[in-house]
Nanobody
Framework: QVQLVESGGGLVQPGGSLRLSCVASGRIYNIDYMGWYRQGSGKQRELIAIIHVNGLAHYEDFVKGRFTISRNDAKKTVDLQMDSLKPEDTAAYYC???????????????WGQGTQVTVSS
């Protein structure tokens, strides 16, 4: 069974930094895209950043210059380095991967369970 597990969330003061990590497990043999999303209270889930298998990354405007996404295919991980955090960054953060495994046919989309990030003084 394929699973994604996030870690690294917590409480941080405005201007501070956090690093989120997500690791995939299961009988995975190839990963296409890896991404991070977030969902604030009462809001829809939104894309933060996505990194493709060729290493090209896309960032939403509200995190450009503050967040950095990176991937390690050997470890099946995707990280999100978050700097200059703001109170409006408070949300549950979710990782997302499109991958091929021995569990299902074709490329499938998987989500982690989420990790809470709270930015407050």
């Amino acid at each position: 069974q394929v699973q994604l597990v996030e870690s690294g969330g917590g409480l941080v003061q405005p201007g501070g930094s956090l690093r989120l990590s997500c690791v995939a497990s299961g009988r995975i043999y190839n990963i296409d895209y890896m991404g991070w999303y977030r969902q604030g209270s009462g809001k829809q889930r939104e894309l933060i950043a996505i990194i493709h298998v060729n290493g090209l990354a896309h960032y939403e405007d509200f995190v450009k210059g503050r967040f950095t996404i990176s991937r390690n295919d050997a470890k099946k991980t995707v990280d999100l380095q978050m700097d200059s955090l703001k109170p409006e960054d408070t949300a549950a953060y979710y990782c997302n991967m499109g991958l091929w495994s021995l569990e299902e046919d074709g490329r499938q989309d998987y989500w982690g369970q989420g990790t809470q990030v709270t930015v407050s003084s």
